[in-house]
């Protein structure tokens, strides 16, 4: 997985399983190199070192001791200066050669506090272990003896690091992703003005709009490999495939790997297209945020739609039956992507009637609180 979600916050892969593995192996000759002729006390921070000192122990050639103490220091994702002790370490380690065991060092403040009770216990040695540390942000004098990796100032999860209670079961590591993009798959009935609100909104939040009819026309009309593709199964009557058409986005997609997000607009139709769309941002550390619908009264995009027939020149516009079907069809295929979306609680329905700018005002809360 390049991208995972933990309550309200999406993490992205930043060091692989082999990494963190290799990282455990290389502390693990350092610590045999050292206390092979002792008798340690390896002392896990818990809870997040537990991973790592079962990894560590398992690899240790001597013989040696088990214990535990747990401290805290975050709240969320936030660190606390006040780091006070759950739990102490049980026995006593007086006399005792300890290995202090931590998933990670950032500030030094729990390192800080677990010298002083080894102090109090009078131990006859200690060192620090730790898979992660973060020179940045360490602010204290003490040596950290045995260092897995050092990263940057990231907040991260996995291998028993967690964002509140979530995450430790990684065995990967993932940083939180700060700048998430806004990606919205835009829906609305014919008549609802969709296509008005999708400029806007471009121009509001520097998003990249794509029209799925808009990219099948280029690509048609410049002859593209995939327009090619595409138009000899439109020739002959068939539905486009989805792999051609999420190739084609995937294609818009890569002309703007900075943006801070895109519109998907007229796409996806169907569940299996809207999983693909998911598969073609997780390869990109993004997802969708939300499905936005405008809702409007059938009766009134009739009759919206009979007065732009009187100038748009379309014949699907004139013709009250042809209006009542085109809508029929929008609803049965918004339903099943509705309920896709839903299940994952991003699906938003916004009312769609008013001035242009009360319904962007209505669009603009929801796209505010993604």
Do not use: W
Not at 146 to 158: A, K
Not at 179 to 184: E, P, Y
């Amino acid at each position: 997985m390049k991208t995972v979600q933990l309550h309200d916050l999406v993490f992205e892969k930043c060091i692989s399983k082999t990494e963190v593995q290799q990282a455990v192996n290389g502390v693990a000759v350092r610590l045999n190199d050292r206390y092979a002729q002792q008798r340690p006390v390896f002392l896990t921070v818990l809870n997040g070192a537990f991973l790592f000192a079962a990894e560590l122990i398992k690899k240790f050639d001597g013989e040696c001791e088990l214990s535990f103490i747990k401290v805290a220091s975050y709240d969320g994702t936030k660190q606390k200066d006040e780091v006070f002790t759950v739990m102490g370490a049980e026995p006593s380690l007086k006399g005792r050669d300890v290995i202090v065991v931590e998933d990670i060092v950032d500030s030094g403040n729990t390192i800080e506090t677990i010298i002083q009770i080894l102090e109090q216990e009078e131990v006859a040695s200690f060192s620090i272990a730790t898979l992660f540390y973060k020179p940045q942000a360490y602010q204290k004098p003490y040596a950290i003896d045995f260092i897995g990796l050092e990263i940057p100032n990231d907040f991260v999860v996995g291998f028993g690091l967690d964002y509140n209670g979530l995450g430790r079961n990684l065995t990967a590591i993932y940083k939180l992703k700060q700048a998430q993009m806004k990606n919205l798959v835009l829906f609305g009935p014919p008549g609802a003005g969709k296509g008005t609100q999708a400029e806007v909104l471009k121009e509001k939040y520097h998003l990249v709009h794509i029209s799925t009819g808009d990219v099948f026309r280029y690509n048609i009309k410049n002859g593209t490999e995939l327009g090619t593709l595409a138009k000899s199964y439109m020739d002959k009557g068939q539905l486009v495939p989805d792999s051609v058409t999420i190739d084609m986005l995937k294609a818009e997609v890569e002309k703007s790997p900075n943006a801070n997000g895109f519109i998907f607009d007229g796409f996806p139709r169907t569940e299996a297209q809207a999983k693909s769309l998911a598969e073609l941002l997780e390869g990109m550390g993004t997802e969708i945020a939300a499905m936005v619908a405008l809702e409007v009264d059938d009766e009134v995009l009739v009759q919206r739609l009979l007065e732009r027939g009187k100038t748009s020149g379309r014949a699907d516009d004139a013709d009250e039956a042809v209006i009542r079907n085109r809508i029929a069809v929008y609803y049965a295929e918004t339903a099943i992507l509705k309920e896709f979306y839903e299940q994952q609680d991003k699906y938003h329905g916004v009312d769609g009637v008013g001035s242009v700018e009360e319904i962007t005002a209505r669009l603009s809360d929801v796209i505010d609180q993604l």
